[in-house]
Structures are given as C-alpha cells and as structure tokens.
C-alpha cells in the first residue's frame, strides 16, 4: 500500500541522511551559519525574484495563471484523491472540467456580448449629442448666473464641441483596448499552455510542498512552517471565497439590469462583478455606468430608480448574504491594503503583478503581524523607563 502524500505545509518524513544525530555520529556535523550568511541568503533570494520578475514578466502570465488554478483546485484533488480516485486522474478531470465550463460561457455569452457591443458602437454618436448639449446648457447656466464676462460665447461653443468628441475618443480608446487585448492577450499560451502546466502543477502539487519543504533552513524550519500555514489560511480563504462573491455578483448584476431593461445590463452587470474583487471598485463603478446610461435611455425617472435599486439590493446580498457566507471573518486583508497591492503590482509588473499582487499582500501582512508579536514580546518594548526619569521629583526649594 502506497502512503498518502504529506499535506500541505506538513514537514514530510525525514530521511536518515537528514537528522541532525546521524550526521553528528558520522562526524558531519555542519558549522553554525553566520546573521550575515543568512541575511546574504534571504537579500539573494529577494534579488533573484525581483530580477526573474522585471526579465521574464513578459512570458510568466500562462505560469502564474496555471499555478493560481492549481492552487484554486487542489482541496478538490486532494478529496477525489482521499475517496481513492488517482491524483492524476482527479487533476484532469478538474482541468478538464475547467475547460468546459469556460467554453460554454463563451459560446454561451460571447454573441450576446457581441451584439451589445455592438449596440454600444451605435450609440456613441447618440451619447456624444448629449453630452454636447448637457455642456452647453451647464455652460449657459454658468453665464446667467455669473455674467458673459465670466463665460463668454466662444467657451460655451469650445467646451460643448469638445465634451462630444472627448467622450467618442474615450469609447473608442476603450473598444480598441478591449479588441487589442483580446487580440494580443497571449491566447495561445493562455489557452493551451495554462491549461497544460496547470494539469502538472495540480497533479504534483503535495510533492512540491514536499520538495520545498524540505529546502526549509532547520533552525526555522518551525516557524517558517506556521507561518506558510497561516499565510495558506488566509490566502486561500480571500481568492476562493472572492472568487464566488464575484461569480454571484456577476450574474446578480447582469440579470438584474437586463430584467430592467437597461440595453447594456449584460456587459455593465458582467463587468461590476469580475471588478468587485477591487473592493468598492466595482459597484461604485457599475452604478455609475449604469446610472449614465439610464439618463441617456430612459425616458422618465423610473428607469434610473431600478438601475439604482440594482446596485442597492446587490450591495446589500454582497454585504450580509454573499460576503459573509463565503469569506466570513477568516481573511485578515483588509480593504485599502488589497486595494494598494493590486495598484501597485499593476504599477510595477503589469497584468502579472496584479495576479501575484494578493499572495505579496498576505504574505506581508502574515510576516508583519508576527514581527509585531516579535516585538511586542521583546525587551525593546517591555524596558520600563529609566528609573531617574520616571522618579518623581520633590517639591522645588
């Protein structure tokens, strides 16, 4: 009978050569490293990424994506392989699984999206016109009431003109991003690469934890060990139960301004979801796309009440129902720290930073946290004052 593979995060079991009592009886007994050897080594490390990330960010997207879906899946390989399923097994048939779920959600919504694209390509003279008109009766408000010296006839036609032709660059620079990025989106690598390399992460999952575990220095080994544990706990907790929020707040979306009649409910629903793992990002501007393209359709105010109530209902299910059903009070990330990493790694290494931008920002946290602990324990924080200092002084003679 073959034994299980270690779980992960789990010290496996330590091969003859490697307890430290052998090799003291074989008289190998290692010389003790220095704080700068170790300080050398953690610095080497840090530079050797942040090198192999600025060289290769530009053909690491189908490996960070594939070890993402791996580490997505493998609670669910791990129990097809404890039902006694092969792990190999149980990993292709979760990739492939994968696979088809993306394919029916393309051949699914990809001509609806389409065709409202399309829509959207039709209407920007219409939006243009009235963005033209809105400009210039604000601007002939702004001249009643503050006189033709302060806004003359020349800005009235200046500004109007140019908001119509700021808001067609604006969707037209949009539309061609979204086409170009799909275009130019690596979707070889993306659709045959990733799946590949994940199948092979997913199936040799427990024996890289193992492998890595065991490159694990001895003397902190331990706490090295905790602390990958609690960074798993979190990590997995934020991306798995996101993961879900956006889903549900997706469809949510999308159903709900399609069932009030909003022409662009599908692609504005769809798109308020995927951002919503931006906290506040994607409601704030959903809501705001929405509310916009209800004054230019609606006739009456009606319609721009149900858009509204959308997002309120959305909110709320996100806020009591979704959010606490699937994240609850596990994840310690807290809003404006994710907000900045997803900045930040966008900022730094692009579309790759952003997908490894959540595992740096949990990681950080973890250590941070138990440095503080470190220090809080510490003498550096427990000396009471100076004695003299802290004596009280007697009454002046």
């Known amino acids: ?100 779920s993306a394919l029916l959600f393309v051949l699914l919504l990809y001509p609806l999206i389409l065709a409202q694209l399309g829509l959207l390509l039709g209407r920007v003279p219409i939006y243009a016109q009235q963005v033209q008109r809105f400009a210039e009766e604000m601007i002939v408000t702004l001249q009643e009431r503050l006189g033709p010296d302060f806004v003359d006839s020349k800005l009235r036609d200046l500004v109007g003109g140019q908001a119509g032709a700021v808001l067609s660059f604006l969707i037209n620079t949009v539309t061609r991003l979204i086409g170009g990025g799909f275009a130019l989106f690596n979707v070889l690598s993306l659709v045959v690469v990733t799946p590949v390399v994940a199948f092979y992460l997913l199936r040799d999952w427990p024996g890289v934890v193992a492998q890595l575990d065991s490159w694990l220095p001895h003397r902190y080994a331990g706490v090295l060990r905790a602390q990958a544990r609690e960074v798993d706990r979190i990590l997995s907790a934020w991306l798995r139960g996101q993961a879900l929020c956006c889903l549900f707040l997706a469809l949510f979306y999308a159903t709900g301004l399609s069932v009030v009649g909003l022409d662009l409910g599908l692609i504005v629903g769809l798109s308020a979801g995927a951002l919503s793992f931006i906290p506040y990002v994607g409601s704030i501007t959903g809501l705001v796309v929405s509310v916009g393209l209800a004054l230019a359709q609606f006739p009456t105010w009606a319609g721009v009440a149900m858009v509204v109530a959308v997002f309120i209902v959305g909110n709320l299910l996100e806020g009591y129902v979704i959010y606490p059903r699937f994240l609850g009070d596990r994840v310690e990330l807290h809003a404006v720290w994710v907000i900045f990493a997803l900045f930040a790694g966008g900022a730094a290494f692009g579309f790759v930073g952003v997908l490894l931008a959540v595992p740096v920002a949990a990681t950080i946290g973890v250590l941070c946290r138990f440095w503080l602990r470190r220090y809080l324990q510490s003498p550096l924080y427990l000396d009471p004052p100076d004695s003299e200092a802290a004596a009280p002084r007697g009454p002046a003679a």
């Open 1 to 100: 009978m073959t034994q299980p593979p270690p779980r992960p995060y789990e010290r496996p079991p330590e091969r003859p050569s490697d307890r430290p009592s052998e090799r003291i009886a074989d008289g190998h007994l290692p010389t003790p490293a220095t704080r700068a050897q170790r300080i050398g080594l953690l610095v080497g490390l840090l530079v050797v990424a942040w090198f192999a990330l600025q060289w290769f960010a530009s053909i690491l997207l189908p490996f960070v994506a594939a070890a993402g879906v791996a580490y997505f899946l493998d609670p669910l390989a791990s129990r097809l392989d404890r039902l006694g399923l092969r792990r190999s097994v149980g990993a292709l048939l979760l990739i492939a699984a994968l696979l088809t």
